[in-house]
C-alpha cells in the first residue's frame, strides 16, 4: 500500500506546480514511463527517485509524505 501513498502524493504535487508527467520527467532527468508507473502505483520509488522529485517539485520529503 506503500507505493498508492506515494503515487497519490507525488501526482498531486506535481499538478499542484502545474507540471505534466512529460515536464515533470524532464526536469527530472528520467522517463516519462517511470514517473507514469510510479504515479500508478506499479512501481516503487526509491530514495534516489524520491530525492529527485521533491527537488524537481521545490518541497521537501516531509510535506511529500504527510497526509
Known sequence: MEELHWSR???AFRK???HTQES???KMGIAVSILGQVERGTRI???VF???VTE???ISIQELESE
Open 24 to 26: 515533470l520527467a524532464n
Open 50 to 52: 524520491l530525492h529527485q
Open 9 to 11: 502524493r507525488i501526482r
Open 16 to 18: 499542484l506546480k502545474g
Open 45 to 47: 520509488p526509491d530514495d
Open 56 to 58: 524537481a517539485l521545490g
